[in-house]
């Protein structure tokens, strides 16, 4: 990822996870020259606070106090903001192996509770909006485990799938990109210094409201992963839901006026396997490689162009009979069902289109 010239997007759950977390990678990309956007779900609502900072969080409160400290971490950092309203800081507490998860009594409104369909849809706006480059966010675990974190990485996967966009999670080694803290370290010590009613930086460490000192680190890592199967492998799936087509053609055209059970089982695979592949894959290339599988052998055989028997002779292997029928029209029928239903992308904008339409948020 060459920070030079992108439109970067770094998704994140709080305030102060960019920075924290993606600091050095925005800074980097806005001192090349790059366009940095960074999303935030929620405003920490449920974080500690530092004494210095409780007069302002009585005045105005906890969610107020962060969105400031965010947007003026940003302008530190020379990116700029978008937030996702609807969802809300899910708090944390710590388990016994070290892990964080979220506050026994998370609100219904938590990203923790939230579907990762409806946290996909929200961050799919932006992206719409901003036409990215590539994304950023947190590795699979969230880091530590946060919920939040986790959900917001889920939410990026989908994204990143729909729109065929690189996705880069922060990680501890070194992989696919880094970036070095020391050309833009007074950027991100800036931006940190910003995030007071979380933490306060001393020397090279930062010390967090709870008690948490980590050295800032000197190197941000990013690893490359494949949010969509690589060209080969959907060239094989393909290849293979073909395959799986053909048997299921074959023996289902010899099979099928063995009734009930040949006729039965025969419809059974024709349509489980072309409406399965599209449910499962969610690929319309992949399920019309199955259907040419199936209903293309049926075809072949029916229309009999080599001239072994016409349809509806005696000698056909699909005479016109019921199970002749069935046998030709069902799987043609499940065909049109699989290939015209809505890909997820598609799906996404009726959700939406639904939502305005309701009053919902468009942004939800």
């Given amino acids: 990822m060459d920070p030079r010239l992108e439109r970067v997007m770094f998704v994140h759950a709080h305030p102060d996870d960019e920075t924290l977390s993606t600091g050095v990678a925005i800074a980097a990309v806005a001192e090349s020259g790059g366009d940095a956007v960074v999303v935030t779900f929620t405003l920490g609502e449920r974080g500690e606070v530092r004494a210095e900072r409780m007069p302002d969080v009585e005045e105005v409160g906890i969610g107020e106090v962060r969105r400031a400290e965010l947007d003026a ?52 706006v932006v992206v719409e909006e901003v036409d990215p480059t590539a994304l950023v966010t947190y590795d699979a675990d969230g880091g530590y485990g946060h919920p939040d974190h986790v959900a917001a990485h889920r939410a990026a996967v989908l994204v990143a799938r729909r729109y065929d966009l690189p996705l880069y999670v922060r990680t501890d080694r070194a992989a696919d990109v880094s970036f070095a803290l020391e050309p833009v370290r007074d950027r991100v010590l800036a931006a940190l210094a910003e995030h007071s009613s979380q933490l306060t930086v001393e020397g090279d460490d930062v010390l967090h409201v709870g008690g948490q000192r980590r050295p800032i680190d000197a190197v941000e890592h990013y690893r490359l992963i494949e949010a969509r199967p690589k060209r080969s492998t959907r060239v094989l799936l393909r290849v293979g839901a073909l395959l799986a087509g053909l048997v299921v053609g074959v023996v289902g055209t010899f099979s099928h006026q063995q009734l009930p059970w040949g006729l039965g089982l025969s ?94 948020e468009a942004d939800r």
Wanted: aromatic residues 4%; charged residues 20%.
């Fill in 73 to 124: 971490a940003l302008r530190a950092l020379g990116a700029r903001g978008r937030r996702i309203h609807g969802w809300d800081d899910s708090g944390m507490a710590w388990h016994t192996n070290g892990k964080a998860g979220a506050a026994p009594d998370a609100p219904p409104t938590s990203m923790s509770r939230a579907d990762i369909d409806d946290l996909a849809d929200a961050l799919s």
């Fill in 267 to 360: 419809l059974i695979a024709a349509v489980g396997l072309i409406l399965g592949v599209r449910a499962t894959s969610g690929s319309r290339p992949m399920t019309v490689a199955a259907v040419l599988g199936v209903v293309g052998v049926i075809a072949l055989i029916a229309i009999d162009p080599l001239g072994r028997g016409a349809w509806g002779t005696e000698r056909s292997i699909v005479p016109s009979n019921l199970a002749g029928w069935l046998w030709s029209i069902v799987p043609v029928v499940a065909s049109f069902v699989a290939l015209a239903w809505p890909d997820a992308e598609a799906m996404r904008r009726i959700r939406m289109a639904r939502s305005r339409t309701t009053g919902g």
